[in-house]
Structures are given as C-alpha cells and as structure tokens.
C-alpha cells in the first residue's frame, strides 16, 4: 500500500465490493467482482500488471484508481501507467491530481526500480 495524509492506493480487496458497486452503478455481483480480485492478482503475481484503488482515508471512498502494465522487462523496464478519477470527484479536490501524480512515481519506482 502506498499513501498520503489524504489518499491510500492499495490492491482491491472482496471487501471492497459495495464501495465499488455504489460507485460505479454497477450490477456486477460480488462472486463476479471476486472473480475479478483473482484475475488482478494472477496479473501482478505473473508481473503484467497491477490493478490498484485509491481510496480517500477520512472515509474508505473509493475515488480511482491507478494501473501498471509492464510492456517488457529486459535490459531496462518498460511499462505503462493510468490513473482515472470517478466523476463525481474530479473537480472537489484540486489537490488529487498532483497526490496521485506522486503516487504514480512511488509505486513506479517500486515497480520499475525507476
């Protein structure tokens, strides 16, 4: 897990479910949301990629995530990173940008030794 005062960014978790549910409007059921949590892990477990939460600290909000694909490991690490916000919360905090901005560089540099 990485984290700021305000934000946590760590892998989901089954429990995260009714967050992500709530947030995304979704119908998807919670087995099938497991089912997900499984394909993330076997993905950062075989080191393709990593799909992770942010989520803001004063109340476990689910607010966006980031993902980490590695595109080749050899004699340097190449790889690509996203982040998105939810709607809903893009425009309240002007400071996340530059927060997940840094998260971004932290989890790289553990992920790519960069």
Known sequence: MIA??????RPYEKSDYAIWRDLYESEESARTFADRIAVYEQ??????MYQIGVFRNSDEQLIGKVEVYT???MSYDWGMIGYSLH???RER???LRWCMRRVNTSFLQKAFGG
């Open 4 to 9: 700021t005062q305000r934000l946590s960014v």
């Open 93 to 95: 905090d002007t400071g």
């Open 87 to 89: 709607h809903s919360f």
């Open 71 to 73: 595109i080749l490991r």
């Open 43 to 48: 993905a950062a477990q075989r080191d393709e």
